[in-house]
């Protein structure tokens, strides 16, 4: 195929990409960086120094870390577990973990919001056996459990194809020169799966710390998120220019949060501590 062809080829996705991506950021950075009367000022970034606006930030690396360290927990033993089963095709593990995601979002959490509420099916479970009901429901604790099950799988799938990639001869050969089964997992398994681990720690975090919609739902309005404050001035104060310099703050976030984490991944991919 000649070069022509494939810049042809590629046109419809650099359409896409200017208009849906690189166009929007601009136009934020554009309301980001000056007023109402199009002058120049730093005065919206310098707004995450507000008192409200610090304390969702703080709030919202909060829950994001808790969110993460959950699905890393409930993840890894999982994927061990899958990966002992020596399932053949690997396809249908993925299948399992991406099926939930094909039902609507706002139903998945509305669900939650039935279990979670204060005369709702897990408070009636916890009567039935005598036990006092619990009150879960608009705290930062149910919007932890919303995440933790929306951004589970995204945890689970990397840890699982990098366990795939481990062969067997190698832990077999580990075990031959007197390894034992801890010594296997934490100089072997561990770190050659590292990789998987911060690509799911980064595909949990990123979406944890800028999630609005779970924290309205089961936050009911009274857990204010970062993401809460941006989606806020956009829609409801029509504030573009103070949301636009805190998504900014925020994106700035992000990008340094995964900067980190790829870095850790180069020097740690590939290796075994033996």
């Known amino acids: 195929?000649?070069?022509?062809?494939?810049?042809?080829?590629?046109?419809?996705?650099?359409?896409?990409?200017?208009?849906?991506?690189?166009?929007?950021?601009?136009?934020?950075?554009?309301?980001?960086?000056?007023?109402?009367?199009?002058?120049?000022?730093?005065?919206?970034?310098?707004?995450?120094?507000?008192?409200?606006?610090?304390?969702?930030?703080?709030?919202?690396?909060?829950?994001?870390?808790?969110?993460?360290?959950?699905?890393?927990?409930l993840s890894y033993p999982l994927a061990m577990i899958l990966h002992g089963l020596n399932i053949k095709k690997q396809s249908f593990v993925v299948f399992i973990f991406v099926l939930p995601m094909w039902m609507n979002f706002m139903l998945r959490i509305l669900a939650w919001q039935m279990l979670l509420a204060n005369n709702g099916i897990i408070n009636h479970l916890l009567n039935l056996l005598g036990l006092h009901s619990v009150r879960i429901l608009n705290t930062p604790t149910a919007v932890v459990f919303g995440m933790v099950y929306d951004f589970l799988p995204f945890m689970i799938l990397p840890i699982y194809n990098s366990m795939i990639r481990i062969r067997k001869d190698v832990i077999e050969a580990a075990k031959d020169l007197g390894a034992n089964d801890r010594i296997v997992f934490f100089k072997i398994i561990v770190p050659m799966t590292m990789s998987g681990v911060i690509s799911g720690i980064i595909m949990v975090f990123v979406p944890a710390l800028t999630s609005f919609v779970v924290s309205d739902l089961l936050g009911g309005g009274k857990v204010l998120l970062i993401g809460n404050v941006i989606e806020q001035s956009f829609m409801q104060g029509s504030e573009w220019n103070l949301g636009s310099g805190l998504?900014?703050?925020?994106?700035?976030?992000v990008i340094a949060s995964m900067a980190f984490m790829n870095s850790h991944s180069k020097e740690t991919e590939g290796t075994a501590v033996w």
């Not at 008192?51 to 699905?71: D, F, G, P, Q």
């Not at 998504?247 to 976030?253: G, T």
């Open 247 to 253: 998504s900014i703050v925020l994106m700035i976030f």
């Open 1 to 73: 195929m000649s070069k022509r062809k494939r810049r042809l080829f590629a046109g419809p996705y650099m359409v896409w990409i200017i208009g849906f991506t690189v166009l929007p950021i601009l136009m934020i950075l554009y309301y980001a960086f000056t007023n109402a009367d199009g002058n120049f000022t730093l005065s919206y970034l310098a707004a995450i120094g507000d008192l409200v606006h610090l304390k969702a930030l703080l709030l919202s690396l909060r829950l994001a870390v808790e969110c993460t360290v959950i699905c890393l927990i």
